[in-house]
């Protein structure tokens, strides 16, 4: 069932985002299955500094090093997806108060990245590791003892 603040969330997601309507239902969705509180996403300042606003220093930052350990964390099995991850950390590195339109523009940013910015929002709220790094973990143990639980900072 849809709320009024679902359709709400989900105009300004697609506004802020260049998503398509059904992709933004979908997002919306996936933050009431991670039980996000969508009445304070639609507060101005909060949505503005959300994964679809601008990220701040702060957020840039963290999101470099979940990718760089990502990418560190791939170099023991699939060096395709290491350098990729790290290519993604350097352009975080580069650009130190980016938003996700500007993001979503640069080289090597492809809909797995953007998926994985967005799971790691996600994953914030409710302080629990995305899916990449459950599986990550998995392959390489050692991942674990590093990685940090995705924090988000309005």
């Known amino acids: 069932m849809f709320t009024s603040e679902m359709i709400q969330l989900a105009h300004q997601i697609k506004r802020s985002s260049d998503k398509t309507w059904s992709e933004s239902l979908k997002?919306?969705?996936?933050?009431?299955?991670?039980?996000?509180?969508?009445?304070?996403?639609?507060?101005?300042?909060?949505?503005?500094?959300?994964v679809y606003g601008e990220w701040g220093r702060v957020n840039t930052n963290n999101l470099r090093l979940h990718f760089l350990l990502l990418s560190k964390a791939y170099a023991c099995f699939d060096k395709g997806r290491s350098i990729a991850m790290y290519r993604v950390a350097s352009i975080l590195y580069s650009h130190q108060n980016m938003n996700y339109m500007t993001f979503k523009s640069c080289k090597y940013v492809g809909s797995s990245v953007l998926a994985e910015v967005e799971a790691y929002f996600m994953a914030s709220a409710t302080a629990t590791p995305t899916q990449r790094q459950i599986e990550v973990g998995e392959e390489n143990p050692d991942y674990l003892k590093v990685a940090s639980l995705p924090v988000w900072s309005f």
């Open 27 to 50: 997002s919306v969705y996936a933050l009431c299955k991670q039980n996000v509180e969508l009445s304070v996403l639609l507060q101005g300042s909060t949505l503005s500094s959300s």
